[in-house]
């Protein structure tokens, strides 16, 4: 099975920017989604392919790939950027989800 | 615009049998996979299968495999996920999701959850 690790938690000062890693064997060819999940809510795509970005995301949420990791970048992060971010890639046609990583902007 | 919205809470007796609904609309059922997501209290999420309306062709997580069924009604925009006999450590909240899928020789198989329903919260418990 593939496996996606991410830091359990991440803080930031309002403003600032926040960085959430996830490592994976040869990510880069895999394709990364991100998602935020706010406390009972449904989780909502903030990143595909990588680095592709919903039209509805605000501009300030960017994500790349290089190698091993995948790094979801909030610029300019937010109070309500606070939330669980979760990575997303699929290995021999399954998806694998990283454990999430809580947001605190504080 | 797809809207998916599942059916409601459920409590549950070990060993009984449920099915949950997802359905959608905004858009045509057929085009478009749809994926279950588990969520257990206060973990992550976990991918449990998807299955494609438009041929019932499903695939299903290891992990999953054999413990529900995935299945689709095509003539009522409704995917259904299914437990004949439920355990306690089946409770947790299940989302249903539009999945949008890729191909590309390097990755094979891949896409987002682009649009997700609110979330079924089942409980099993005696």
């Known amino acids: 099975s593939y496996e996606l690790s991410q830091p359990p938690s991440v803080s930031v000062s309002p403003g600032e920017t926040a960085s959430i890693t996830c490592s994976g064997d040869?990510?880069?060819?895999?394709?990364t989604y991100w998602y935020q999940q706010k406390p009972g809510q449904s989780p909502v795509l903030v990143i595909w392919?990588?680095?592709k970005r919903p039209s509805e995301i605000p501009e300030r949420f960017s994500g790349s790939s290089s190698g091993n990791t995948a790094i979801l970048t909030i610029y300019g992060t937010q109070e309500m950027d606070e939330a669980d971010y979760y990575c997303q890639a699929w290995y021999s046609n399954t998806a694998t989800f990283g454990g999430g990583t809580k947001l605190t902007v504080l | 615009e797809v809207q998916l919205v599942q059916s409601g809470v459920e409590v549950k007796k070990p060993g009984e049998s449920l099915r949950i609904s997802c359905e959608a609309s905004?858009?045509?059922?057929?085009?478009?996979?749809i994926g279950w997501v588990r969520q257990k209290s206060g973990k992550g999420l976990e991918w449990m299968g998807n299955i494609f309306p438009d041929d019932s062709d499903t695939t299903y997580n290891p992990s999953f495999q054999g413990q529900v069924t995935i299945s689709v009604d095509k003539s009522t925009s409704t995917a259904y996920l299914q437990w004949t006999s439920l355990k306690a450590t089946d409770s947790g909240m299940y989302y249903c999701?539009?999945?949008?899928?890729?191909?590309?020789?390097?990755?094979?198989?891949?896409?987002?959850?682009?649009?997700w329903g609110q979330g079924t919260l089942v409980t099993v418990s005696s």
């Open positions: 999701a539009r999945y949008r899928r890729y191909y590309d020789f390097l990755s094979g198989y891949h896409g987002q959850f682009d649009v």
């Open positions: 040869k990510l880069w060819i895999r394709h």
């Open positions: 905004g858009s045509d059922f057929t085009t478009y996979w």
């Open positions: 392919q990588d680095s």
